[in-house]
């Protein structure tokens, strides 16, 4: 069930610089990040830290594709 954007949600992007943009994407990126490295430890919970991130980091790569 999604709720419609209001109008005023939509304002802060519009008036963000380049920057603020860039950063809120970088700080989505990471959480990103940090959500998939949490489901592969579910998955894998005897896994290092250090593979995990790069597991994590290498599937979010083709995520798009």
Do not use: F, N, W
Not at 4 to 33: N, S
């Amino acid at each position: 069930m999604r709720e419609p954007i209001h109008p005023v949600q939509l304002e802060a992007p519009k008036k963000a610089t380049p920057a603020e943009k860039l950063e809120r994407v970088a700080r989505l990126y990471e959480a990103g990040i940090r959500l998939r490295i949490e489901g592969l430890r579910m998955a894998h919970p005897d896994c290092p830290a250090q593979k995990l991130a790069r597991k994590a980091r290498r599937s979010l790569l083709r995520a798009g594709a």
